[in-house]
């Protein structure tokens, strides 16, 4: 079974410009989950997405967007980015019920100069 | 909302020896309790979970871990590490079904990075 696929996997960016980041999730799940990870701040949750609707929605500001497909893939947006902004971004993808195992990417490393 | 305490941030251990990395949680609610490992430039791989039942949990690559609902932790433990075990690891945590925020979100822990040498 292929695992999550994440594309790019590394992005250069300047400050105001916008990005989008894919994720493909396991055949299967239909629960897609984002995660910024940064030195300073750990593992922050971003979003959840099952069956294209957003189900929780972590404390980010509006900058940052997402949505999900009909083939369980999803995307995520950042606009007007900040030096901030820097950071791994990981998507995690899961059946979607309670306690679920969640399965990571390798994750897009966006670097904003 | 939940919080996760990761007690060490850095652990130096010789190759062959034991290992436990301690993991608290705080929670106002039931939880699932996880255990995942990063590899350099990678992304998170999960060891092991708790979600209810036997109190001890076994995992891959020999690593397991004790749930202890008094004390809220979750320690992981092995009892030989390996070079290859050499990596950052993350205790989460997840909120039981019927909480607003508990849909697809894990809330990690700070890591320990765990540096073995031979």
């Known amino acids: 079974k292929a695992g999550v696929t994440q594309t790019p996997r590394y992005l250069i960016k300047t400050r105001g410009q916008q990005v989008t980041l894919s994720c493909s999730p396991i055949?299967?799940?239909?629960?897609v989950s984002w995660y910024q990870q940064t030195p300073g701040q750990g593992l922050q949750f971003l979003f959840e997405?099952?069956?294209?609707?957003?189900?929780n929605k972590g404390n980010f500001p509006g900058r940052f967007s997402g949505r999900q497909f009909s083939n369980s893939r999803s995307e995520m947006n950042v606009s007007t980015l900040e030096l901030g902004d820097s950071a791994l971004y990981l998507c995690?993808?899961?059946?979607?019920?309670?306690?679920?195992?969640?399965?990571f990417g390798p994750g897009t490393r966006l670097t904003v100069l | 909302a939940q919080s996760v305490t990761q007690l060490d941030s850095q652990v130096p251990v010789f190759e062959e020896a034991p290992v436990e990395l301690r993991c608290n949680y705080s929670?106002?609610?039931?939880?699932?309790l996880f255990w995942y490992v990063q590899y350099p430039n990678q992304g998170l791989q999960l060891l092991l979970k708790?979600?209810?039942?036997?109190?001890l949990v076994k995992g891959i690559n020999g690593f397991e871990a004790e749930f202890n609902k008094s004390q809220t932790s979750f320690h992981l433990r092995k009892p030989s590490v390996h070079i290859s075990d050499t990596a950052e690891y993350f205790c989460?945590?997840?909120?039981?079904?019927?909480?607003?925020?508990?849909?697809?979100?894990?809330?990690f822990g700070a890591g320990t990075q765990v540096v073995v040498t031979p």
């Open positions: 995690a993808s899961a059946r979607g019920g309670q306690g679920d195992t969640q399965y």
């Open positions: 989460a945590v997840s909120a039981r079904l019927g909480t607003t925020d508990s849909w697809g979100k894990l809330q």
């Open positions: 708790y979600l209810s039942g036997s109190t």
């Open positions: 997405y099952f069956s294209e609707t957003q189900r």
């Open positions: 055949s299967g799940h239909r629960s």
């Open positions: 929670s106002s609610v039931s939880v699932y």
